[in-house]
């Protein structure tokens, strides 16, 4: 790209930030998307895509360059705790698939290839400048690049969103979590989630012949102990998935990374929209964030895409705000079952009945799938099933 002018500068080549430079490239815009770091990317994620992430994957053009063999399907969630108690559910919607990330980022670079008007960089780091009607200045590699939007797609650490005056409070309770790939069969057609006293761990297949595992816990600091001895000991409090891991040789290394929750004043400003993590991440334990992010580009997309072919200035935060407006009520309805399942993992107790309760009620546990992923609306919550559940919930 050799103008220096461009429509949409795209900054971190992570799902969103890929999704976004595929909507706006294939849009007829000028877009960058600049990722810091080397490409195909890798990130700690637990690597479980859900069913309506699977729909905008496919909807981007991305699906048809994944490698079968670096997925694997998964028909729904299975809760298990230490004490026994089991509960599943599979999703109305069809099944999600475990996709390792190196995977999923290959095969969005692939797809990204095919479009002309998008350029996608790999190791290059963006340092972003002044902001004016026209647009904002952005330095990669030395060059001094404007546009007129400024997509901030950098991850739930947004540098993006502190330089435009976004960064919300973060709490004070904070959890983090270590991720690691293991090499054997997947023993479950299920996302299994396994909860302990103080942290969860979910596996999920993502290959003919890997899983990843991913811990979660609350502290007040990541633990300074390295990956490897920090994925063992916090395995050690799963007795049942330790048996499941029997033998299995780790595939990668295992790594670290929190804290996880952190917020966003607004995920809009002057010339700026925030997508996926960087717009506010609050947990990863109801492991949706891909497609929460994807969902939110398609948003973005629909409500500022043809604003920007007939304007040559750069969009105003109120010309942005139908974006704000149209993701406000999927983030808002996932982040309340998020806030719900977080609850009970501070409330062992609660989180034992709660899965007890839940594998009597399949049809209200897959009704949370779905709400959780935005494919129902929370008003249509099955009033019935969740009195009983309540009352499951208060007399054990
Ligand atoms: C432990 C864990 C488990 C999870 N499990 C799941 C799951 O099972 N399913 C699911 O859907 N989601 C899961 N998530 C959430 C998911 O990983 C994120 O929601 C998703 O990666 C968000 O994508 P993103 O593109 O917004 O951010 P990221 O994937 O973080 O990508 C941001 C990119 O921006 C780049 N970047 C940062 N700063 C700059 C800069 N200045 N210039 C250029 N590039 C920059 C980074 O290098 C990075 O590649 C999990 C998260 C965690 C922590």
């Known amino acids: 790209m050799s103008s220096s002018a461009i429509d949409v500068l795209v900054v971190g080549g992570g799902p969103a930030g890929m999704a976004a430079g595929i909507a706006f490239g294939r849009g007829g815009l000028r877009t960058l998307v600049c990722e810091r770091g080397p490409l195909p990317a890798d990130k700690p994620c637990g690597e479980g895509v859900m069913p309506t992430g699977l729909q905008y994957l496919e909807r981007l053009g991305v699906s ?18 230490t004490a026994g108690a089991g509960a599943s559910a599979r999703f109305a919607e069809g099944p999600g698939q475990g996709i390792r990330r190196t995977e999923l980022s290959r095969a969005f670079c692939e797809r990204a290839r095919k479009i002309d008007g998008l350029e996608v960089r790999p ?41 435009a005056g976004l960064q919300g409070v973060c709490p004070r309770r904070r959890r983090f ?23 969860e761990v979910y596996v ?67 010339g700026v929209a925030l997508v996926g993590d960087a717009s506010g991440y609050l947990d990863a334990i109801t492991g949706e964030g891909i497609s929460l992010a994807l969902a939110q ?15 040559s200035s750069a969009p105003s935060a109120r010309e942005l705000q139908g974006y704000s407006r149209r ?10 079952i998020t806030r719900l399942v977080l609850f009970l993992s501070r409330n062992p ?46 007399l054990g």
């Open 204 to 270: 999920t297949p993502c290959g003919r012949e890997e899983v990843g595992v991913a811990v979660l816990w609350a502290a007040e600091k990541k633990k300074s102990v390295g990956g490897q001895r920090l994925m063992a000991s916090m395995l050690s409090r799963f007795p049942r998935l330790s048996a499941s891991l029997q033998g299995a040789e780790p595939s990668a290394e295992a790594r670290a990374i929190g804290p996880m929750h952190q917020v966003a004043r607004s995920p809009v400003s002057d």
């Open 123 to 163: 190791r290059t780091p963006v340092t972003l400048g002044a902001r004016g009607p026209d647009g904002a200045e952005a330095w990669l590699d030395g060059r001094r690049v404007t546009a007129r939007l400024i997509v901030g797609a950098d991850g739930f650490r947004s540098e993006v969103r502190r330089w």
């Open 177 to 199: 979590a270590v991720q690691q790939h293991f090499r054997c069969q997947p023993w479950s057609e299920y996302v299994e989630v396994h909860w302990a006293e103080d942290a």
């Open 349 to 394: 107790r609660l989180a034992e009945r709660a899965i007890r309760g839940l594998a009597r009620q399949p049809e209200l546990f897959r009704w949370l799938l779905s709400a959780n992923m935005g494919a129902v609306s929370a008003a249509s919550f099955p009033r019935l099933e969740v009195m009983r559940l309540a009352t499951a919930l208060v």
């Open 327 to 336: 993701i406000s009520g999927m983030v808002r309805q996932h982040q309340r």
């Open 64 to 81: 048809a360059f994944l490698n079968q063999n670096h997925t694997r399907p998964f028909t729904g969630v299975h809760y298990l705790s």
């Open 297 to 311: 580009v398609q948003a973005l997309y629909d409500s500022i895409g043809s604003w920007m072919l007939s304007n």
